[in-house]
């Protein structure tokens, strides 16, 4: 109960953007109150009070302490977002009265809207959608909050003919929550999606709630900003399809996205990123590149590399190998197929089935494609009796594995179904598990720095309500997750709960060049599959024990990896990555010979070189060599062929100079080898 001089116990405590506290009468709306207060409204656009976000509108409640969310913060942006996504509606329903409308939910760095639309959208489109919305928000219109029991919800959608909503609303009723799985078991239920599905209806109740901007109705949880004059910096980037509830077997939907701010300088800073992002985006580079493709005769999701794209792969397989052989670990192979009792054993045919492409039939037994590694893994281990003397033992494999992606979700080689996953599983004793998590950390780091990676987010993810194995050992894997972040002089952060149910992770997210954050690096305890497979090892007792199994993934997967790292260097590879490291143009036909003299040179030094032998103008080539990204371009006329020397052009159009063939090779001395930070 809140009292204070001269107050009631009907007043409230408002705490404001700048920190400081004032009560408040209860019973007025929150911005009557921020207005007496003399506090710049447009500074923030709800508030929050035990964990309930209120809109302004809302009367202050009795007794409550209220903290308002300021504008630019990320609950902040996402109620702006939120509104905007309402606000394109609006305007998308004035354009097209029978529009459907699904979802609309705000989104990291901005808002999208999938609907069903009597046309295909175009780009075009696009503008006229946004100077539509300018127009309503020139209007001020409100977002006006109302609530209705279900049935009244219900006999809106229908007379109003919004199918979609009549769907979620009869999942809330029959189910008690708006998520997919309860009615589509098969609709994909990641964490993003759900939360942008539950952003339609509070679960569990017996009433929801709506918006009114203009003439248009949403069913949606709230809040907004009180009306529509408070979205003036705001953008529509792009339409893409989307299937109803993330299921192929539903009906695809036109999805706009957009974005907004709260001032015009953050809109064209965010917009000057994304253009940046499409400059760099790694589908486009890796066709212009020529490092890999994607056909519809070989399928989705399954990568073709090209020679350049599989020189560049090479190289970051090679260091691999390298560095892991020099870090004490043991490179394995194993099958692409295994039969059926293996994944029976494991789980996967239970838990994972749907991710994995449907069974083969051979010699009157089932196998199944590989989805992961670790079952392998786990049999060489079993091959023989272990004995606490071998132990720890690092089997590390460039495994490629297979599983059943979506086809709406497949993303270049961000999202594939045939991937290769640099792997690795440690089987130790409990006295050298923490030092074992440590060195993978730690190598982690070493690997992600190699590749130009410096900035990072690393979280730990603890053990959730239902987890297998002992709670203490949970305790101390936790731990060692943490202190092995420590030693890396890492900070990080604790997602409670968030571990599989067999074990703890640290997961390290790197930023690449536009500050994105990626997933690469994963440490993932396990005990359920030595439970499973009943792993045991020799101790010095003589008797046997359980032995710590660790996944261990550095950079995920190749194909992802390559896709971030593309991204990171906009295709342009530091030198000992790049496919083509030089490139040679001989001025004219008669310097054919000197040009393949030196590429055939710089080959011995074993550099990697080509001859542009093209019958095209020298001003031309250096420009196709600049767009290729190649590192390094000799040009060679009459007085290098005389002189035995090159003319060297950096990529970027920077001019070394004329200098000795050997004094070149000599130069790049430092850059044919992987560096590491």
Known sequence: MLLSPGGSVADAELVLVDGRRVRVPAGQSIQSALQTQGSAVRSAVAAITDGQALDFMTPVPAGATLTLVPVDSSDGLRVLRHSAAHLMAAAVQSLFPEAKFAIGPAIEDGFYYDMDLPRPLV???????????????????????????????????????????????????????????????????????????????????????????????????????????????FRLTHIAGAYWRGDERRPMLQRIYGTAFATQEALEQHLY??????????????????????????????ILWHPKGGMVRKLIEDFWRDEHLRNG?????????????????????????????????????????????CPFHIMIYQSKVRSYRDLPLRFAELGTVYRFERAGVLHGLLRVRGFTQDDAHIFCTPEQMEEEIARAVQFSLFFLRTFGFEDYEVYVATRPEKFVGDAAAWDRATEALKRAAERAGQTYAVDPGGGAFYGPKIDIKVKDALGRPWQCTTVQFDFNLPERFDLTYVGEDNRPHRPYMVHRALLGSMERFLGVLIEHYGGAFPAWLAPVQVRVLPVADRHHAYASTVAERLRVEGLRAE?????????????????????????????????????????????RGVMPLADFVASLAPERKPQPA
């Open 123 to 233: 780009p075009e489109d696009l503008p006229v959608i946004e100077t539509k919305m300018r127009e309503l928000a020139g209007q001020r219109l409100a977002y006006d909050r109302r609530e209705m029991s279900l049935d009244q919800a219900l006999t809106w959608a229908r007379e109003a003919h919004q199918d979609y909503k009549v769907e979620i609303l009869e999942t809330i009723r029959d189910h008690g929550t708006s998520r997919p799985e309860s009615r589509e078991p098969r609709a994909e239920t990641t964490s993003s999606n759900l939360a942008e599905l539950e952003g339609e209806a509070a679960s569990g109740t017996g009433t929801v709630s709506f918006y009114q901007t203009g003439t248009f109705l949403d069913l949606c949880r709230g809040p907004h900003v009180p009306d529509t004059s408070w979205l003036t910096a």
């Open 273 to 302: 990123r994304l253009e940046e992002a499409r400059r760099r985006d790694h589908r486009r580079l890796g066709k212009e590149l020529d490092l890999f493709s994607v056909a519809d005769e070989v399928g989705g999701g399954l």
């Open 329 to 373: 670990y043991d490179i394995v192979y194993s099958p692409h197929v295994g039969r059926a009792k293996l994944w029976q054993t494991s789980g996967h045919l239970d838990f994972y089935q749907e991710m994995m492409y449907p069974r083969m039939e051979g010699d009157g037994q089932d196998y199944y494609v590989k989805p992961m590694n």
């Open 611 to 655: 001859v542009d032998g093209r019958n095209e103008k020298i001003g031309l080539k250096v420009r196709e060599a600049e767009v290729q990204k190649i590192p390094y371009v000799l040009v060679v006329g009459d007085k290098e062929s005389a002189a035995g020397t090159v003319s060297v052009r950096l990529r970027g159009g920077r001019d």
